[in-house]
């Protein structure tokens, strides 16, 4: 099975600001990555697949970019909404898994 | 726009079974694949089952394999999971979620609000 690992685990960023999301897969997966959105008490939400295109309605704020193992989401200009956990996920081989997690608060 | 609504969940003892129901909307549901992904209560997201849009191609997570059956059923738009031998591992809100494509292949695009299973004696 592919392993996802996620980094950092946790960050604490400011209303304005750019905050990256790492994200590695343990063998390559082209670009089968996606990413998700999830606030407390909420469903996830689809951001981005293909590794960089984003699901309809997604803020251009958000990009992705990587290929293989190397993958990461940029939030530019972080909004009070954005504050939430974000999950990538490979979905080259079966199982789908997903990475655990990296959550971004308010500083 | 796409609508999924999950229902079926509750509490359950171990070893007993449930099955969990998806109800589709907003797009042609019978085109797609779809999955099922749980959550335990403060953890991350695994996924569960993915079942092709004909229903002849599915695959399962390692912890559930042999217990779980994905299932749909085109006519009524509706998207099943039957849980079987339940053990308090999976305990969980169970979300329905539709890919982009008909295999279940191409990524998560949608997802519903989820249901919670508890399995407690």
């Known amino acids: 099975d592919i392993q996802m690992t996620q980094s950092p685990s946790s960050l604490s960023a400011s209303v304005g600001d750019r905050v990256t999301i790492t994200c590695r897969a343990s063998?390559?997966?082209?670009?089968?990555l996606a990413w998700f959105q999830q606030k407390p008490g909420e469903a996830p939400k689809s951001l981005i697949f293909?590794?960089?295109t984003l699901q309809s309605g997604v803020p251009s704020r958000f990009s992705g970019s990587g290929s293989e193992t190397d993958f990461t989401l940029t939030i530019s200009n972080l909004q009070p909404e954005d504050f939430a956990t974000y999950y990538c996920?490979?979905?080259?081989?079966?199982?789908?898994?997903f990475g655990p997690g990296t959550k971004v608060d308010i500083k | 726009q796409v609508q999924l609504v999950e229902s079926g969940g509750g509490v359950v003892q171990p070893g007993r079974s449930l099955r969990l129901s998806c109800a589709a909307s907003?797009?042609?549901?019978?085109?797609?694949?779809m999955h099922w992904v749980r959550q335990a209560p403060g953890r991350g997201l695994e996924w569960v089952a993915v079942?092709?849009?004909?229903?002849?191609?599915?695959y399962y997570a390692n912890s559930v394999k042999g217990r779980f059956t994905i299932s749909r059923d085109n006519a009524k738009n509706t998207l099943y999971l039957q849980m079987n031998s339940l053990r308090a591992e999976d305990t969980a809100f169970y979300f329905c979620?539709?890919?982009?494509?008909?295999?279940?292949?191409?990524?998560?695009?949608?997802w519903g609000q989820g249901t919670l299973v508890t399995v407690s004696s």
């Open positions: 979620a539709k890919d982009h494509g008909v295999n279940g292949d191409r990524g998560i695009d949608n």
């Open positions: 907003g797009f042609t549901f019978s085109s797609y694949g």
């Open positions: 079942l092709a849009y004909g229903g002849h191609n599915e």
């Open positions: 063998r390559g997966i082209s670009n089968y």
């Open positions: 293909a590794a960089s």
């Open positions: 996920q490979q979905y080259d081989r079966y199982p789908p898994s």
